[in-house]
């Protein structure tokens, strides 16, 4: 069984510009999540997807993050514009149901200069 | 928001000793869990914890809900160099909630 992917592994802007990152979940997991994991700390839950509806988005920055699961499965995690707090690795996950175990991508550790 | 307590912050290990982690929780959860992550990697879920009191085991690892629910511990028995890595613990307060996550402990090998 295919894990989570995710893309790009890396990038590297500058700060005000915009960046895009890619999440797939493992085929059949109706519950997506998009962590941000700053480094030396635990991964923070950004938002949570049931299907394609939002069902936590409390610690997401909506000023400048957006998110959306348009047709339930991939998922994209923007970021408009990026300061330099936004550098960190960001996680997507994915479970079954919500509460299942989460299984998580590799990540795109992202750096904002 | 809930706050977990990760520690120790790091330790070096040396090929067969056990080592311990424990978490703590300003908050009751009625789920405990255990990741560890490699460099470049996401964390990958060791042990999952549902019941207070529960001690489960995974190969060498062996991890303990605690009876406060406010705890939990995680020990490593005749460790090995890949055991090397960060090891998080997580907790949920109640079913379909997010996971609140501790801020790690960093195994290292010693010298």
């Known amino acids: 069984e295919a894990g989570v992917a995710q893309s790009p592994r890396y990038k590297i802007i500058e700060k005000r510009q915009s960046v895009a990152f890619w999440c797939n979940p493992i085929?059949?997991?109706?519950?997506l999540y998009w962590y941000q994991q700053i480094l030396g700390q635990g991964p923070k839950l950004l938002i949570q997807?049931?299907?394609?509806?939002?069902?936590?988005d409390s610690q997401l920055p909506k000023d400048r993050f957006s998110a959306e699961r348009l047709k339930g499965v991939d998922s994209t995690l923007k970021i408009q514009p990026a300061k330099l707090e936004d550098s960190a690795v960001y996680l997507c996950?994915?479970?079954?149901?919500?509460?299942?175990?989460?299984?998580f991508g590799p990540g795109t550790r992202l750096t904002v200069l | 928001g809930q706050q977990l307590n990760q520690s120790p912050q790091s330790m070096f290990i040396q090929e067969g000793e056990d080592v311990s982690m424990n978490c703590t929780s300003s908050?009751?959860?009625?789920?405990w869990l255990w990741y560890k992550q490699d460099p470049g990697e996401g964390p990958v879920l060791l042990i999952a914890l549902y019941k207070a009191g529960e001690l489960t085991s995974n190969g060498r690892l062996t991890a303990q809900f605690g009876i406060t629910r406010k705890d939990s511990f995680l020990n490593i028995s005749a460790s090995i160099p890949s055991d090397v890595g960060i090891y998080f613990c997580a907790g949920q307060e109640a079913a379909g909630n997010k996971l609140t996550f501790g801020g790690g402990t960093r195994v290292l090998v010693k010298p």
């Open positions: 996950a994915s479970s079954q149901t919500p509460g299942a175990v989460e299984y």
């Open positions: 997807f049931q299907n394609n509806g939002v069902v936590d």
């Open positions: 085929s059949g997991h109706a519950t």
């Open positions: 908050s009751i959860f009625n789920t």
